[in-house]
């Protein structure tokens, strides 16, 4: 959601690299700060990649925080699932929980106790105040705002003189009632008519009019600080020298940048990434909409706390490498052709002027493209060895890494390699009735006997040589390959298409070959009958 008062969004020029990494200043920290508040949405893996990235690039250091002060959003189980999906895509950071550092501890409501004499510290600087209208009060008031046809009323400037805070109330109201402990917020002093300003390192200067914002909780009654609290205060504390994260944050931004100034803090540089977009571009890619439209929107699968199941890149069978490449390319381009990238080479490229302030479609075929393409990319051995996880069935490793051979042109998943290869493994059961239909003629039961016979001589019983043996069989036949091999590859795999039959005649080798095709002589011709 872009804020409708972020009127003023100005054309970006290309900034320079020095101003970008701030690099002649201080030292590249930069931050992942997810809440836990269920699974990681593939958009945040994009930020955290970025966030990598950027890292890498400069020799900075790549922090994960948990902002999690909102208590009624937490969900358990949300932070392991964040950690191990930055982990399956080997973009860790180096310090945050259970990770190390100087910084910590990097889980908000671990630091708790930390945030209220920041707070008070804006009190007494009077950048903020005490609030003491409950609940109630502000619902009813903003009813009858509601009534007089103000329905989006809020406690700002303009309405905090008529409401129950330290700025109305006679100095000793308000210390009797803290001292009588009741509960209170402590709100932002939002300056009236002010053009905030900053420079985003993606989408160029943004302003920001004051009167347009309105007076946030900072601390809340609970004892606890808001997010827009905690997370200034956590990014001065871990010195972090640029805030790279999502577009839905850019409204926030002027009150981060009146806090720091507030504070009297130097701001880190920020820069809001693009949304992800659904395929046809209309809107924001939800939770929702992966597994309705056919992809996840996760990096792992997540089973709700109701027993609904989100889908994920690591069970649908996806590499991570990519996965990674693919989310790099949704917002960003290299500016060459290159598509395929390792995550070094990513690093290497990687700048932030190169990412878009536009919105980047996900696209679900692209998608499988780069998956295709990284699986083709392994050694037959190494999809061998994938391909072993998948099956519950000891095999050799070299027959498995034969199989990969064979198959991994045809595959998008590993696996896909036992299913659309499945007579590598076992003998057909099933004869595609459409070759069979349209192949299958009279004289091919004779004609198949007799290639039997000749396949039967065939020594040694390698590729190439069946290959020959077989060229020679059409020689003598005056047929076309048309005509022999599909029955040919019917009668040894069941299937009307798939990889060279010499190919796999020879890893099925000459008995076996033999055997399938009596059988399949035998069935095609009850078949037929
Ligand atoms: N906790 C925020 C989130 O969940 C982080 C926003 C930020 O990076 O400042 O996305």
């Not at 939770?287 to 890149?313: A, C, H, M, N, Q």
């Amino acid at each position: 959601m872009v804020d409708r008062h972020l009127s003023c969004v100005l054309k970006s020029k290309k900034l320079p690299l020095w101003k970008i990494t701030n690099m002649s200043e201080k030292p590249v920290r930069v931050r992942f700060a997810p809440s836990p508040t269920g699974p990681l949405h593939m958009g945040g893996v994009r930020t955290a990649l970025y966030n990598y990235l950027f890292a890498k690039k400069y020799n900075g250091t790549f922090i994960i925080r948990i902002e999690d002060t909102d208590q009624t959003r937490f969900v358990a189980g949300a932070q392991d699932y964040i950690m191990e999906s930055l982990k399956w895509c080997g973009i860790m950071p180096t310090e945050g929980p259970g990770l190390g550092g100087n910084y910590g501890p990097y889980v908000q409501s671990e630091r708790k106790e930390m945030y209220k004499p920041y707070a008070e510290k804006l009190i007494a600087n009077e950048s903020a105040y005490y609030a003491f209208d409950t609940p109630e009060e502000l619902n009813l008031v903003r009813e009858q705002a509601k009534a007089m046809g103000m329905p989006n009323w809020q406690y700002n400037g303009v309405t905090r003189v008529s409401l129950k805070n330290s700025l109305t109330l006679p100095a000793d109201e308000v210390a009797q009632r803290l001292k009588d402990g009741e509960p209170y917020v402590i709100r932002m002093k939002m300056p009236r008519n002010r053009d905030v300003r900053f420079e985003d390192l993606i989408r160029g200067w943004v302003v920001v009019n004051t009167n347009n914002i309105d007076d946030k909780v900072l601390f809340k009654s609970d004892g606890m600080p808001t997010y827009h609290l905690a997370n200034i205060v956590d990014d001065h504390l871990m010195e972090i020298s640029h805030v790279i994260r999502g577009e839905e944050w850019l409204p926030s931004a002027p009150l981060h940048v009146l806090l720091y100034e507030a504070f009297g803090w130097e701001s880190p540089q920020f820069a809001h990434l693009p949304l992800l977009l659904r395929p046809d571009g209309n809107g924001k890619l939800s939770k929702r909409d992966g597994d309705r439209l056919g992809f996840p929107v996760f990096p792992l699968e997540w089973i709700t706390e109701e027993g609904e199941l989100y889908s994920g890149y690591r069970e649908k069978g996806y590499i991570p490498e990519a996965f990674i490449n693919m989310l790099a390319f949704l917002g960003w381009n290299p500016g060459t052709t290159q598509e395929i990238f390792s995550l070094n080479e990513l690093t290497e490229a990687f700048t932030l002027n190169r990412v878009a302030k536009a919105g980047a479609k996900f696209d679900a075929e692209k998608t499988k493209w780069f998956q295709q393409t990284y699986l083709r990319a392994k050694s037959d051995i190494d999809l061998g060895k994938l391909l072993a996880l998948e099956l519950t069935e000891k095999h050799d490793l070299s027959e498995l890494t034969a199989i990969c051979k064979l198959m991994k042109e045809r595959a998008t998943f590993v696996k896909d390699i036992p299913v659309e290869g499945a007579y590598l493994f076992s003998r057909p059961t099933n004869y595609d009735q459409q070759t069979v239909e349209k192949k299958w003629k009279e004289e091919t039961t004779p004609l198949m006997n007799e290639w039997l016979e000749s396949l039967s001589s065939i020594s040694p019983f390698d590729a190439i040589t069946i290959e020959n043996t077989f060229k020679s069989f059409l020689e003598v036949k005056e047929m076309g390959i048309g005509a022999v091999l599909p029955n040919f590859r019917l009668l040894l795999t069941g299937n009307g298409t798939g990889p060279s039959m010499f190919d796999i005649s020879a890893f099925l080798g000459k008995e076996e070959c033999i055997e399938r095709m009596k059988i399949g002589l035998e069935n095609i011709i009850a078949l037929k009958a």
